[in-house]
T-cell receptor, first 111, second 114 residues
Framework: GNSVTQMEGPVTLSEEAFLTINCTYT??????LFWYVQYPGEGLQLLLK???ADDKGSNKGFEATYRKETTSFHLEKGSVQVSDSAVYFC??????????WGAGTKLIIKP | DGGITQSPKYLFRKEGQNVTLSCEQN?????MYWYRQDPGQGLRLIYY???????QKGDIAEGYSVSREKKESFPLTVTSAQKNPTAFYLC?????????????FGPGTRLTVL
């Protein structure tokens, strides 16, 4: 079946460090891939998405590239800020109305 | 501003009581969803609706019910049959149901059963 695996958190970094949060997936067909972010006590916001292989999604300095050969969609940012502290969710969709979610990775940025 | 509103933000319920969570959207989206979020876990789909007067069970529909009488509104009732209802509930909507469509989320309702 379809599934998403994210690296376990929490991930703790200092401000201005480089960030990578790993996401790998198992899916039949050609899924769309998403990264959502959840700030404390809030709902989820779409951070970026990619809908076909080799697409790169980007937003707010974050990037992720859809790698079909490695079934991955790793999230990266070159220089994190304290305000990036949140929980990040990777998700995929292969069929209508269905999103498959990873467990989330909590990111803590220290000043 | 277009968006999704959920109310209340916090809700407390006694065991054995039904409770209804509100979700309203003014994005003119056809599809709406209810998810449950538990600590350290991803989201789990409770119900979704493709159009008015139609809805489908998700992965964990037992103990929940929904209605979709208006395009803008998709209330969720947590019944007394739900064995472990304490959780964070998220409503979402999307323009359609294609795999490429983005789901937009409300701020959530935190339900606590006393």
């Amino acid at each position: 079946g379809n599934s998403v695996t994210q690296m376990e958190g929490p991930v703790t970094l200092s401000e201005e460090a480089f960030l990578t949060i790993n996401c790998t997936y198992t899916a039949t067909g050609y899924p769309s891939l998403f990264w959502y972010v959840q700030y404390p006590g809030e709902g989820l916001q779409l951070l970026l998405k990619a809908t076909k292989a080799d697409d790169k999604g980007s937003n707010k300095g974050f990037e992720a590239t859809y790698r079909k050969e490695t079934t991955s969609f790793h999230l990266e940012k070159g220089s994190v800020q304290v305000s990036d502290s949140a929980v990040y969710f990777c998700a995929l969709s292969t069929s209508n109305y269905q999103l498959i979610w990873g467990a989330g990775t909590k990111l803590i940025i220290k000043p | 501003d277009g968006g999704i509103t959920q109310s209340p933000k916090y809700l407390f319920r006694k065991e054995g009581q039904n409770v209804t969570l509100s979700c309203e959207q003014n994005l003119n989206h056809d599809a709406m969803y209810w998810y449950r979020q538990d600590p350290g876990q991803g989201l789990r789909l409770i119900y979704y609706s493709q159009i008015v007067n139609d809805f489908q069970k998700g992965d964990i529909a037992e103990g929940y019910s929904v209605s979709r009488e208006k395009k803008e509104s998709f209330p969720l009732t947590v019944t007394s049959a739900q064995k472990n209802p304490t959780a964070f509930y998220l409503c979402a909507s999307s323009i359609g149901g294609e795999p490429t469509d983005t789901q937009y989320f409300g701020p959530g309702t935190r339900l606590t059963v006393l």
